[in-house]
């Protein structure tokens, strides 16, 4: 996607659409390092749940893309989703929450839940974090935003995520510096250049209870 410039604005990203849910058998995947979590969390054709009392972000950007997401339990089937793709170049989120429910025929309903960064003083950190977003509710306060039209290089530049398709002509968005309080949203997935859980708790149930909201 290239850049545009736009009353003196270099454009990056973005786009807000509604997405359906395709309901499927889940599965979260987790590749830890260092005590760093250098992160992938996906679903299997369906959305899962994040929840955040603070996310402070630097480097924000909005942009229109199409996700491909299994709708079979093989995995040997995929649909396109529209998503709104939220960026960040550095984040750092109080009391995050991720949860996914998991429905395996025959066997029963079964939720997992992340929470991470209860500790105000020690948040979770990220960096390149980008959220692939069905539904978004929170209070938001941006700085220098500049708003205007997506548009995407056949190159795929460095401001593009791996392996997303783009919607050009979207409405567009991004600012220097972005502040969500009170977050809940839905998501096809979350990926990270790199993750600090600071606090993970990590656990996996039959109570509807532990979904994140």
Same mark, same amino acid.
């Given at each position: 996607m290239?850049?545009?410039?736009? %009353?003196?604005? +270099? #454009?990056? +990203?973005?786009?807000?659409?509604?997405?359906?849910?395709?309901?499927?058998?889940?599965?979260?995947?987790?590749?830890?390092?260092?005590?760093?979590?250098?992160?992938?969390?996906?679903?299997?054709?369906?959305?899962?749940?994040? $929840?955040?009392?603070?996310?402070? %972000?630097?480097?924000?950007?909005?942009?229109?893309?199409?996700?491909?997401?299994?709708?079979?339990? &093989?995995?040997?089937?995929?649909?396109?989703?529209?998503?709104?793709?939220?960026?960040?170049?550095?984040?750092?989120?109080?009391?995050?929450?991720q949860?996914?429910?998991?429905?395996?025929?025959?066997?029963?309903?079964?939720?997992?839940?992340?929470d991470? %960064?209860?500790?105000? &003083? &020690?948040?979770?950190?990220?960096?390149?974090?980008y959220?692939?977003?069905?539904?978004?509710?929170?209070?938001? +306060?941006?700085?220098?935003?500049?708003?205007?039209?997506?548009?995407?290089?056949?190159s795929?530049?460095?401001?593009? $995520?791996?392996?997303?398709?783009?919607?050009?002509?979207?409405?567009?968005?991004?600012?220097?510096?972005?502040?969500?309080?009170?977050?809940?949203?839905?998501? #096809?997935?979350?990926?990270?250049?790199?993750?600090?859980?600071?606090?993970?708790?990590? +656990?996996?149930?039959?109570?509807?209870?532990?979904?994140?909201?």
């Amino acid at each position: 996607m290239e850049s545009q410039v736009r %009353g003196g604005t +270099r #454009w990056k +990203r973005f786009a807000v659409v509604m997405v359906p849910s395709v309901i499927a058998t889940a599965a979260v995947g987790v590749g830890l390092a260092q005590g760093a979590l250098a992160a992938s969390f996906s679903v299997s054709g369906q959305q899962f749940k994040v $929840k955040a009392a603070h996310l402070e %972000g630097e480097g924000f950007a909005q942009y229109g893309g199409i996700d491909e997401v299994y709708t079979s339990v &093989k995995g040997d089937k995929k649909t396109k989703v529209p998503v709104a793709i939220s960026s960040f170049d550095t984040a750092t989120i109080t009391k995050m929450c991720q949860s996914v429910k998991t429905e395996i025929p025959l066997v029963g309903t079964f939720y997992l839940r992340l929470d991470a %960064g209860t500790n105000p &003083k &020690k948040p979770v950190k990220a960096e390149n974090l980008y959220i692939d977003v069905a539904q978004l509710d929170a209070d938001a +306060r941006f700085e220098d935003i500049d708003i205007g039209v997506a548009v995407r290089n056949k190159s795929r530049g460095p401001d593009v $995520k791996e392996g997303e398709s783009v919607l050009p002509g979207g409405f567009a968005q991004q600012a220097r510096k972005a502040d969500l309080y009170n977050v809940e949203q839905t998501a #096809w997935a979350t990926t990270a250049g790199t993750f600090t859980l600071n606090g993970l708790s990590m +656990r996996l149930g039959t109570d509807a209870k532990m979904e994140c909201y």
